[in-house]
């Protein structure tokens, strides 16, 4: 469930536009109002995760594309954790790469499937693709008292010792391996910085 669909949203939405997509939905689906109930529990739990830091953090993180297909050992133990490559990595401390938080047009790649037909007859493509855009809610800063993060002390990582001889170092889970904390932080990007948006493009390809 996509909470910013489920409120007719966009993801760089401000809180007052949430919260008055939220009522509009909730008054029009409340059961007691004739309204259906399975609807009305959609439109609640989306005002839920939208409206909560924590939660909409989390339901990024879920969403976010798989970095790997199939399963591998990082699946079997949840959380990143692979106590077998800690064996031999015990002292790497592995950074995130950051995203870039606007997205250029040279970084969009597209593998157009056309055939032969329409290259010497002509077509037209409409291809629709999701980038990256600062945050204007937050300028692309992610909220505002910007501070070193007080867990990690700015490295963005953790050391823990799930077994005596093991080390195993994982991204900071109080600020997801920024390094960084906010006093108010932006809840549109969940600190980020950016927020995905759809965009499209038309492709048209002349008659040979």
């Known amino acids: 469930m996509n909470p910013y669909k489920t409120l007719g949203i966009t993801e760089?939405?401000?809180?007052?536009?949430?919260?008055?997509?939220?009522?509009?939905?909730a008054a029009t689906h409340h059961p007691d109002r004739g309204g259906d109930a399975e609807k009305f529990k959609v439109v609640a739990e989306a005002y839920a995760i939208l409206s909560n830091r924590d939660k909409l953090r989390e339901w990024r993180m879920r969403n976010s594309p798989p970095r790997h297909a199939g399963m591998g050992f990082d699946?079997?133990?949840?959380?990143?954790?692979?106590?077998?490559?800690?064996?031999?990595?015990?002292?790497?401390?592995?950074?995130?790469?950051?995203?870039?938080?606007?997205?250029?047009?040279?970084?969009?790649?597209?593998?157009?499937?056309?055939?032969?037909e329409q290259?010497?007859?002509?077509?037209?493509?409409?291809?629709r693709f999701k980038r990256n855009k600062?945050?204007?809610?937050?300028?692309?800063?992610?909220?505002?008292g910007k501070r070193v993060c007080n867990s990690c002390g700015g490295t963005g990582t953790q050391t823990i010792k799930p077994l005596p001889f093991m080390v195993q170092h994982i991204p900071c889970q109080s600020c997801y391996g920024a390094g960084v904390a906010f006093d108010d932080p932006c809840r549109p990007c969940a600190t980020q910085g950016y927020v995905q948006v759809e965009d499209k493009v038309v492709v048209k390809i002349e008659e040979e």
């Open 12 to 25: 760089d939405a401000d809180e007052q536009t949430i919260k008055k997509a939220y009522r509009k939905l």
């Open 75 to 116: 699946d079997m133990f949840g959380g990143g954790f692979n106590p077998f490559n800690d064996l031999f990595r015990a002292h790497t401390q592995p950074r995130q790469r950051r995203a870039n938080k606007n997205t250029q047009d040279e970084e969009v790649q597209f593998n157009l499937r056309i055939n032969l």
């Open 119 to 127: 290259i010497k007859k002509g077509s037209t493509q409409e291809i």
């Open 134 to 144: 600062v945050c204007v809610r937050c300028s692309g800063e992610g909220g505002k």
